[in-house]
């Protein structure tokens, strides 16, 4: 089949890292009888340097002509690049949340799996490690504080500033539904992760699911308080399946979770919506300080396309195969530096390459 690709390259190590997981899938494509027809969209820094400003209407209606929109990274550093000196809704963020509500992607998907291959590279205690984790945070991501009213004003003589915590009732809903449909084809168990002793936000949120719950007998649903949840990340994280959490918390927790599975560079990413459109993105940022090394982990972007091929294009098995790739590549002590093992002597066994070496690695187990 063919299948229409967007490719929003974006700043920093987005290029090599996308490079890579295109390299991927037109392997992908040989071996399976598949043809990726690729269409480049700017956003980010480079859609301001190029057009003035993060994300254009074309880039918007290009990104909707496509089945699925594949992305690196966008964002420098914003201690130095011009990009930070503009207003906050003409920097290179504003493209990502502008395009994420653009296409009504509500519903992020960020699986955080400990390979075994990798328990060395975890920070976690050993005793922790071994018993592994295969968690998803499944994170709401077009409301909440990234989307309510805010602004800065003066009061009363003093600098102040406001955001605001908006859910309504249909908003939560909508993502519970896609957290406890995941459960089923998991190991049925979702942890929803809330502030509910504090907000009413969360009062609601968890209302809503567990209405939701009943429509979903054989799923077992528990609550969670999000600083009791970022603990537990790190003091068991087997214990949890699907955990389901508003926009701002899900950021925070996907950012621990990636971090336990060793690296932040092996955590994929899916942004979907109401139909199998999807866009799909590493967790990790576009670490500016290594781009153009050929030193960046392309791991989590060459997981993405795999969702890419599970959740928008149904390619169970194209998928399987990408992830089974990923896995040998593991297992033949294949690494780049970031998920080098901590140990010296673990260390010397294995083979470091950069973010190339490591895209081919991937390529040729395919
Ligand atoms: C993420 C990122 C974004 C977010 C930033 C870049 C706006 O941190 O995808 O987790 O906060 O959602
Ligand atoms: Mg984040």
Request: charged residues 25%; glycine residues 10%; contains cysteine.
């Amino acid at each position: 089949m063919n299948f229409k690709v967007g490719v929003i390259a974006g700043d920093g190590i987005g290029p090599e890292i996308t490079a890579q997981a295109w390299k991927v899938l037109s392997v992908v494509g040989k071996k399976f009888g598949h043809s990726f027809e690729r269409t480049d969209i700017l956003m980010g820094g480079c859609s301001i340097d190029a057009c003035g400003v993060p994300l254009t209407d074309e880039a918007v209606v290009s990104a909707k002509a496509q089945d699925a929109v594949l992305m690196g990274s966008i964002g420098g550093d914003a201690a130095t690049s011009p990009w930070y000196q503009l207003p906050p809704e003409k920097r290179p963020e504003a493209g990502l949340l502008g395009i994420r509500k653009a296409l009504g992607l509500f519903a992020n998907l960020r699986p955080a799996y400990l390979y075994p291959e990798l328990k060395e590279a975890c920070p976690l205690r050993s005793d922790t490690a071994s018993q592994g984790f295969d968690l998803l945070i499944m994170r709401e991501l077009t409301g909440g504080l990234y989307f309510g009213a805010r602004k800065t004003e003066e009061v009363d003589g003093l600098r102040t500033a406001t955001d605001t915590l908006v859910y309504n009732e249909e908003e939560i809903r909508r993502i519970a539904k896609r957290a406890f449909d995941i459960a089923m084809k998991r190991r049925k168990k979702v942890c929803s992760v809330d502030k509910a002793n504090v907000l009413d936000s969360s009062r609601l949120w968890r209302a809503v699911t567990a209405e939701v719950a009943k429509d979903y007998p054989e799923v077992e649903l528990s609550n969670m308080l999000v600083d009791n949840a970022a603990m537990q990340l790190v003091k068991d994280p087997g214990q949890f399946d699907v955990v389901l959490t508003e926009n701002m918390f899900g950021d925070i927790l996907s950012d621990e979770a990636s971090m336990i599975t060793g690296s932040i560079g092996m955590l994929p990413s899916a942004s979907l919506n109401e139909s199998r459109f999807g866009l799909y993105e590493p967790s990790g940022g576009s670490a500016p300080d290594i781009a153009g090394k050929d030193i960046a982990n392309p791991l989590a972007t060459i997981l993405s396309a795999a969702m890419m091929l599970r959740y928008s294009f149904d390619l169970d098995q194209e998928a399987d195969a990408i992830e089974a790739a990923v896995k040998q590549v593991l297992a033949d002590g294949i690494r780049t530096g970031d998920i080098m093992p901590l140990d010296e002597a673990q260390k010397q066994k294995m083979t470091k390459v950069g973010c190339t070496g490591m895209g081919d690695a991937v390529a040729e187990r395919i």
